[in-house]
T-cell receptor, first 114, second 118 residues
Framework: GAVVSQHPSWVICKSGTSVKIECRSLDFQATTMFWYRQFPKQSLMLMATSNEGSKATYEQGVEKDKFLINHASLTLSTLTVTSAHPEDSSFYIC??????????FGPGTRLLVL | AQTVTQSQPEMSVQEAETVTLSCTYDTSESDYYLFWYKQPPSRQMILVIRQEAYKQQNATENRFSVNFQKAAKSFSLKISDSQLGDAAMYFCAYRSAFLGGSNYKLTFGKGTLLTVNP
């Protein structure tokens, strides 16, 4: 099946710094990618939808300037958490679709902001 | 907007027994997809089963089957012959069948934590 990777799997950073998380579709072209945030023992909360070559569509309540999403190619999307603070600590998951009904998920990235 | 409700925060089952997880949803659309995803402790999301709303036949994947009641907007998951490896968080999800952009997005329920007792 299709594989989606995320890098890094774990990241610890200091408050005020920016962190970039990469999401790659390894064996298919991802026309649409999604970024989710998940708190412990809670559901996935969709942050934004990104289509290759166009601006991301953010869900209500998600700060566009805080969470920068770039989908520059059909195999790569990045999420940059700018000026990270402890409340941004969470588990971030990306998923990708090539246009069909299937959405393939990455393994997630744990972010800890000190 | 669509909503997905999972009313059972936690469930437990004995190994080799059968368990049913509940899911209801609300939508004004006539065509859509429904999914059950499993999230084990590794937190990797794994697709368990999917159902197309236009199909009356309930989907089945080995020990996993669904009871899809379109009129009642109900979509339950039955796990037969439960195994220790089935222990995980299970999420019910909805997706519009209309193509394009944000229509591909999944709406998730809050999840049901399944414990399998040996």
């Amino acid at each position: 099946g299709a594989v989606v990777s995320q890098h890094p799997s774990w990241v610890i950073c200091k408050s005020g710094t920016s962190v970039k998380i990469e999401c790659r579709s390894l064996d298919f072209q991802a026309t649409t990618m999604f970024w989710y945030r998940q708190f412990p023992k809670q559901s996935l909360m969709l942050m934004a939808t990104s289509n290759e070559g166009s601006k991301a569509t953010y869900e209500q309540g998600v700060e566009k300037d805080k969470f920068l999403i770039n989908h520059a190619s059909l195999t790569l999307s990045t999420l940059t958490v700018t000026s990270a603070h402890p409340e941004d600590s969470s588990f971030y998951i990306c998923s990708a679709t090539g246009g069909g009904w299937t959405q393939y998920f990455g393994p997630g990235t744990r972010l800890l902001v000190l | 907007a669509q909503t997905v409700t999972q009313s059972q925060p936690e469930m437990s089952v004995q190994e080799a027994e059968t368990v049913t997880l509940s899911c209801t949803y609300d939508t004004s659309e006539s065509d859509y997809y429904l999914f059950w995803y499993k999230q084990p402790p590794s937190r990797q999301m794994i697709l368990v089963i999917r159902q197309e709303a236009y199909k009356q036949q309930n989907a089945t994947e080995n020990r996993f089957s669904v009871n899809f009641q379109k009129a009642a907007k109900s979509f339950s998951l039955k796990i037969s012959d439960s195994q220790l490896g089935d222990a995980a968080m299970y999420f019910c999800a909805y997706r519009s069948a209309f193509l394009g952009g944000s229509n591909y997005k999944l709406t998730f329920g809050k999840g049901t934590l399944l414990t399998v007792n040996p």
